[in-house]
Structure formats: structure tokens, C-alpha cells
């Protein structure tokens, strides 16, 4: 039969066995939670310089279009024999590149209206009768 003082001997070790492992559990949680704030804080970084590339890339490609369909439109002011089609479709392009939601990042419609302004310039490149697209440039063109 174990004695009185074995008892509580055994009863104070497993005691400091148990507060340590809350102990332990704790320190856990606090290492848990630093490292979900420092994802976090990596991943709002990350994801607002990809938001901003992307949009610097966009707000690029639409500014192309609309100094292309303004030129165009300015050069053909001079010209009698320059098709109303052709001057219909750069007009067209201008009010679809003014109707872009500039102000609003999440709108649903956003990425129609891109593809849709994208098709429309490959239109206007057609009927003009150039292979225009933006951003992709020939090896010719940047041979110095």
C-alpha cells in the first residue's frame, strides 16, 4: 500500500506535467497567431502589388487604344475619301473606352467590357487594314 507522501509526491508531479503542457499549448497558440498575422500581412502586400501591376497594365492598354482611335480619327479629318465605316467604328471604340468603369475595381462587368473593347479595336484594325495588336511588337521593328 503506497503511503500518504508517495501520494501527494505523484499527485505534485503530474500536476507540473500538466502545467506545463498548458504551458506549452499556450506558447503554441501565441506562435499559431503570430504567424497568421505575418501571412497575413505578406499576402496583403503581395496581393496589392499584383493588384496594381494588373491594373497599370490594363489602364496601359486602354490608354493605347484610345491616343490609336483619336489619332486615327484626327488624321482622317483632312481626308474626303476615308469611308464613313471607318470613322463609325474609331467613334464606336471611343465611347466604349469612355463607358470603362475607371473608378470601380470590382465591378462584375469589368473583364466583358475589356474583351469587348479588345475586339472592337481588332475590328477597327481590320477595316483599316492593319494588323495592330497591343503589346506585341515584331523583331523587325526593334532591330537597331
Same mark, same amino acid.
Given at each position: 500500500? &503506497?503511503?500518504? %507522501?508517495?501520494?501527494?509526491?505523484?499527485?505534485q508531479s503530474e500536476n507540473e506535467s500538466s502545467s506545463e503542457?498548458? %504551458?506549452e499549448q499556450?506558447? %503554441?497558440n501565441a506562435e499559431l497567431g503570430d504567424g497568421i498575422r505575418e501571412g497575413e500581412k505578406i499576402g496583403f502586400v503581395e496581393g496589392y502589388r499584383l493588384g496594381w501591376e494588373k491594373g497599370a497594365a490594363i489602364g496601359s492598354e486602354l490608354g493605347f487604344y484610345k491616343g490609336f482611335a483619336e489619332t486615327a480619327l484626327k488624321e482622317m479629318e483632312s481626308k474626303k475619301n476615308i469611308k464613313e465605316?471607318?470613322?463609325k467604328s474609331l467613334r464606336g471604340l471611343l465611347l466604349m473606352l469612355d463607358a470603362f468603369p475607371l473608378t470601380d475595381p470590382t465591378d462584375e462587368q469589368l473583364f466583358n467590357q475589356l474583351e469587348n473593347i479588345r475586339s472592337k479595336f481588332k475590328q477597327v484594325s481590320s477595316v483599316l487594314g492593319m494588323s495592330a495588336d497591343y503589346?506585341?511588337?515584331?523583331? &523587325? &521593328?526593334?532591330?537597331?
Open positions: 500500500m &503506497a503511503s500518504v %507522501s508517495q501520494f501527494c509526491a505523484d499527485a503542457s498548458f %504551458s499556450r506558447s %503554441s465605316r471607318i470613322r503589346g506585341k511588337t515584331s523583331e &523587325a &521593328a526593334m532591330s537597331f
